[in-house]
């Protein structure tokens, strides 16, 4: 019988028959490089793509590093481009195969075609081998003096390239005097642009160890640099356009002219077709019209035009990324767009992502004057298909009823969400209603009549249910049926999941017993003693001081639990001013997209200049005493307010957050609170032990934060700084991370001190002339930051400051903590003293 016949080997190049396919190419390749046969480049050619295909899909093939070396000795720019991609991919993995390579890289540096020259000059700066460095000098600088435009552009990069590998060779060879003087000099704006993109990265790098680079970065953003640039920016690309725009936002010009100057040249730019060119240029015209108000004012008109057109042309991710920054635009001037909410509605064909977008938007516009169309096309939302949307449509009806004073037709319409028969409807309503009646208590007959209709048992959605408990507790006297409708949610507690209903429940009875005593007795021992066995913690503690203040003393318990309430006036943003301001600082970038700063999404190398102080926010506090280490919470707290935006900031002192991540300044007085919440506590817990009534209420106001009487703090005598204090930057971290905050203010810098900001440097000598030593600095004009630190003369209590300094705005945020919270007050006043003395002879 005859053997089975071979099977044919595979042609296809991304499909290897076997090991021996490697030592076929091998050996066609060896027989191929010296020949000059007609036709032998395209041999190669196949020969060279079946390699790349080995390559792509992961077969190793570096054993024919020498025979592609050895074809590569050809004018064929395929071949040639094949060949760089192949040395390329593995030198980086086989230095000592990258060494083969240098002599026809260099070979092909000086050839007669420009494309082959560049197209070497980019292979041999890919390398990336360190111990080839100073075979990178003499090719990139016979590049950067090339005739032709695009070798220029490839060796501006390679420079790039050599500061990453070795930055000490490519300072020492003078690279970067060069690139500068071809930006100011080249007739090419892609080399132009090119050499203002290297000297960016390379001068930041630089400018942290070296005062000249730091002087050259800020030449960059001098007069005549700026100035040359935007004078050849419609000779740009798209994206060089985008870098020098992006130059010129960081331009902070000396006289009023110069702002008009600029925005005549960038006005046709807002007209550009693509989206990226007219974003960079309304960020310049938004940071270089801060100071003036009524000019910003006008911008704001003036860009509304392009951006809406922007957002109806394109794609929908384009069109989601414009209405991102249009949306932080609507909420900065929400009256410049009042007029054009129509461009706002939802369309029936665009994503959600949009939808939800345009809902904020919509609730943002929303004034006396548009409210009733906007309410109208919101509550046709509210039946779309999309259930998500329907919610998010409500809620906004709701926001808006929220922040109006004529609110008769939306109290109406959130009735009638009531009465639909859809859970979610009625769901995300009874939210609403529930806020609604805390702002406009007025409303509440209206309310409850509908509210009593509905039966619990059809609510299912923790949020709903417990707003729906609270209307049971907190109207039961015109509810009818209150006390039988909780008793009945009593007895089903092991059945309810959620312990944000269990919580609401227990605080609904207690209110209801307060009314209707008789009805809710059996109903409020139930809640208690199912809430104490409660495996919930937060329900178990409520329900057993419920029980024990109840145990106490029950005129005390009542106004505790069932005080006279006030409507609430303003309800807590869930974003926070600072954190806005800091997206609004970061226009044109991705913190407008994700609706958040740069510092919360961006790993810690990539976080620029301020990368010192997010290190103090994060520095764990370890072999220390209990008692001596600050909670984790508080801890945090005090510290996520190390990356803030650099315009209007913190006000005064012990002023709310509103809702906001950062805390208020410390308060001394903290103390004493804690030790009156202990004292409180012990007297419920054994009331035979407590004092006179009056005493125990007003320690219960404290022990939930009714506040007591601040006493009045004692004036601080002189405060004296020593002139040679000394602080490591690792104690200062660990200090920073413990102490709490005890000032925080905003102050005025002189224009002469405006003027004086030369760089980071100038400022902390001129402090260290006043005792006050700084231990780091960063930051980029206009925004500055530095941490300083001081003692006391006679003692080593230390000071710490973040000084934050917005030179186009003139102002300074200062952030204080102490050893000695006492004397804090007097330290500022030092501080802001010498502070105001900058620049001044």
Not at 792 to 807: F, G, M, P, R, W
Request: with cysteine.
């Amino acid at each position: 019988m005859a053997p089975p016949a071979q099977s044919q080997r595979s042609s296809s190049p991304s499909q290897p028959s076997g090991k021996s396919e490697v030592s076929d190419l091998k050996l066609q390749l060896r027989q191929l490089a010296g020949s000059r046969a007609p036709g032998v480049d395209d041999s190669k050619r196949e020969l060279f793509k079946k390699v790349i295909s080995y390559m792509t899909i992961g077969i190793d093939v570096s054993s024919l590093f020498g025979e592609m070396v050895m074809c590569s000795a050809t004018s064929d720019i395929v071949l040639k481009k094949m060949c760089y991609l192949y040395v390329g991919n593995y030198a980086k993995v086989n230095p000592d195969l990258a060494l083969l390579t240098i002599n026809f890289l260099q070979r092909d540096c000086h050839d007669e075609d420009p494309m082959i020259r560049g197209l070497a000059l980019r292979s041999l700066c890919s390398l990336r081998v360190a111990n080839l460095v100073e075979y990178l000098v003499g090719p990139l600088g016979s590049g950067l003096k090339d005739s032709n435009s695009y070798v220029r552009v490839v060796a501006v990069i390679g420079v790039l390239k050599l500061y990453h590998i070795s930055a000490s060779t490519c300072v020492d060879a003078d690279f970067p005097s060069t690139l500068k003087h071809l930006m100011l000099n080249d007739s090419d704006t892609q080399v132009v642009a090119n050499c203002l993109s290297a000297l960016q990265e390379i001068w930041s790098a630089e400018a942290t160890t070296s005062e000249e680079a730091s002087r050259e970065r800020e030449a960059l953003i001098s007069k005549p640099v700026i100035y040359y640039l935007l004078n050849r920016i419609k000779e740009f690309s798209e994206w060089a356009q985008c870098l020098v725009l992006e130059l010129v936002a960081k331009y902070v010009p000396v006289e009023s002219d110069e702002i008009f100057d600029i925005m005549n040249l960038l006005e046709d730019r807002l007209q550009h077709a693509n989206g990226a060119v007219v974003l960079a240029t309304i960020k310049v015209f938004l940071h270089l019209t801060l100071s003036l108000t009524d000019v910003h004012q006008q911008v704001y008109e003036r860009i509304k035009a392009p951006l809406l057109t922007l957002v109806s042309s394109g794609s929908p991710e384009q069109s989601y990324a414009v209405l991102s920054h249009l949306h932080i635009l609507v909420m900065r001037a929400p009256y410049i767009f009042s007029s054009d909410y129509k461009h706002f509605y939802c369309q029936y064909n665009e994503p959600s992502y949009v939808k939800r977008l345009k809902l904020e938007m919509l609730t943002a516009v929303a004034n006396e004057s548009n409210t009733y169309e906007i309410v109208t096309e919101l509550c046709e939302y509210a039946a779309n298909v999309d259930i998500p949307i329907a919610r998010e449509s409500i809620r906004a009806v709701g926001k808006i009823a929220l922040q109006q004073y004529d609110v008769n037709a939306i109290v109406d319409r959130l009735l009638q969400f009531l009465e639909m028969e859809k859970d979610y409807v009625t769901a995300e309503a009874l939210v609403l209603v529930k806020d609604l009646l805390r702002k406009y208590p007025q409303w509440s007959h209206d309310c409850i009549a509908v509210v009593g209709n509905i039966s619990s048992k059809n609510v299912q959605e923790p949020k709903a249910k417990a707003a729906l408990i609270w209307m049971l507790g907190e109207y039961s006297q015109d509810m009818q049926d209150a006390p039988y409708i909780l008793e009945s949610l009593v007895e089903n507690w092991d059945e309810e999941h959620s312990a944000e209903v269990r919580l609401h429940l227990l605080t609904a009875v207690m209110k209801c017993f307060f009314k209707r005593p008789p009805e809710t007795q059996n109903a409020l021992g139930a809640a208690l003693a199912a809430g104490i066995a409660d495996f919930h913690q937060d329900v178990h503690d409520r329900a057993l001081f419920y029980y024990r203040i109840l145990q106490y003393n029950v005129s005390v318990a009542e106004h505790v639990v069932n005080p006279p309430k006030q409507a609430v006036s303003v309800f807590a943003d869930t974003q926070s001013s600072e954190i806005k301001d800091r997206i609004f600082d970061e226009f044109n970038s991705l913190s407008v997209v994700y609706q958040k700063p740069s510092y919360m999404f961006t790993d810690k190398e990539h976080r620029g200049p301020f990368e010192f102080s997010d290190e103090l926010g994060n520095l764990s506090i370890g072999g220390e005493a209990a008692d001596n280490v600050v909670s984790a919470q508080s801890v945090e707290a005090n510290d996520k307010d190390l990356l803030l935006t650099t315009s209007e900031k913190e006000e005064t002192r012990g002023s709310s957050t509103n809702g906001s991540a950062y805390t208020a300044p410390y308060d001394s007085s903290s103390t004493s609170v804690f030790a009156s919440q202990t004292r409180i506590e012990s007297e419920i817990s054994n009331p035979t032990s407590a004092g006179h009534a009056p005493q125990a209420s007003l320690g219960i106001d404290d022990l939930l934060g009714l506040g007591l009487p601040a006493a009045p703090a004692p004036s601080s005598p002189q405060l004296k700084l020593s002139s040679k204090a000394v602080l490591d930057p690792s104690a200062f971290q660990q200090k920073w991370r413990q102490l709490p905050v005890a000032l925080s203010q905003e102050c005025s810098v002189s224009p002469q001190g405006v003027a004086a900001f030369t760089g980071p440097q100038a400022l902390p000598r001129h402090m260290q002339s006043h005792s006050i030593h700084c231990i780091a600095s960063g930051g980029q004009s206009p925004n500055f930051k530095f941490f300083f630190f001081a003692q006391k003369a006679e003692e080593t209590s230390n000071y710490l400051v973040e000084c934050i300094i917005n030179t186009s705005s003139a102002k300074a945020q200062i952030k204080i903590k102490a050893d000695d919270q006492s004397t804090s007050s007097a330290f500022s006043t030092l501080f802001q003293s010498a502070l105001s003395r900058f620049g001044i002879p």
